[in-house]
């Protein structure tokens, strides 16, 4: 399996806080994406990124921002939570991009 | 406007049988076609994939076939097994699309022992 975590594999938080999720690879992957899967829906890419600094939009990135500083690690940041913003988040890591290798998941709910 | 399509969202099959999953396309700028499995509570996993060259791939139980003029892709599974019972997703991607993936809704696979 390749190296990918994602912290907090749970979050509870109330509408309209700040919420961070982490992406961390050890795979030294160039390509970092960010998911919500929603029932209906599939996977929905929110944000991407191709380098360090390098980001761009997905489909559904309103209320969604990302940050990538270093190779490893890939954040999504909800600047503030809204109901709509329940799903599950995954992360996906590529080299080459088409082969895109998921993390756990993280189950984040707003209340 | 949902480019990659799979119609069923649920498929029951008996063991030892073949579990046949279906996805659609409307973008024909798509040339790599990728199937995924999920299980609850996990990351998708990389099953299997076609390029637009090929209008087959297998491996092992697992085959998928590419009807580019239909703009359709299939998973078959022979056997099925219970272990099989999963989410299905279908992704396309193409050159020039910036490395991303687009996902279909899903299948969920149910092999009944």
């Known amino acids: 399996d390749a190296g990918i975590t994602q912290s907090p594999r749970h979050k509870v938080t109330e509408t309209g806080t700040p919420v961070t999720l982490r992406c961390h690879q050890t795979?030294?992957?160039?390509?970092m994406y960010w998911y919500r899967q929603d029932p209906g829906h599939g996977l929905r890419l929110i944000h991407y990124s191709y380098g360090v600094k390098d980001t761009d939009k997905g489909e559904v990135s309103d209320g969604y921002s990302v940050s990538r500083s270093k190779t490893e690690d890939f954040l999504l940041t909800l600047e503030s939570a809204t109901s709509s913003q329940t799903s599950v988040y995954f992360c996906?890591?590529?080299?080459?991009?088409?082969?895109?290798?998921f993390g756990p998941g993280t189950r984040l709910t707003v209340l | 406007d949902q480019q990659v399509k799979q119609n069923s969202p649920s498929l029951s099959v008996q063991e030892g049988r073949i579990s046949i999953l279906n996805c659609d396309y409307t973008n024909s700028m798509f040339d790599y076609f990728l199937w995924y499995k999920k299980y609850p509570a996990e990351g998708p996993t990389f099953l299997i994939s076609i390029s637009s060259i090929k209008d087959k791939n297998e491996d092992g139980r697992f085959t998928v076939f590419l009807n580019k003029s239909a703009k359709h892709l299939s998973l078959h599974i022979v056997p099925s097994q219970p272990g099989d019972s999963a989410v299905y997703f279908c992704?396309?991607?193409?050159?020039?699309?910036?490395?991303?993936?687009?996902f279909g809704a899903g299948t969920i696979l149910r092999v009944k022992s």
């Open positions: 795979e030294n992957h160039r390509y």
């Open positions: 992704a396309a991607s193409a050159i020039g699309y910036g490395n991303k993936l687009v």
């Open positions: 996906a890591i590529s080299d080459r991009g088409n082969e895109q290798f």
